[in-house]
């Protein structure tokens, strides 16, 4: 049985731990359309912080969806944040 070309990446990259997170398998290649938000539960480890999400913003690479927004925080109160 043939499996699609889209369900194959999708199978090869994504695996479900026990509490339901979705991490990236090693050595898996990012791509811009099909990317996999790690921690998307959302309380991204230290780790995942650093290596996908400050990567991406350093890249100056957009996610299709804002999780983490940018804002000037000397505008706002501290309680307020």
């Known amino acids: 049985m043939m499996v699609a ?17 979705v991490v990236l398998g090693a050595g898996d290649e990012e791509d811009d359309d099909d990317v996999v938000l790690p921690g998307y539960r959302f309380h991204p480890t230290d780790e995942e912080l650093v290596t996908f999400y400050l990567r991406r913003k350093v890249a100056k690479k957009s996610l299709r969806i804002e999780v983490i927004r940018e804002m000037d925080i000397y505008k706002h109160d501290p309680w307020d944040l």
């Open 5 to 21: 070309k889209a369900e194959m990446s999708a199978i090869e990259m994504e695996k479900a731990t026990s509490d339901g997170e």
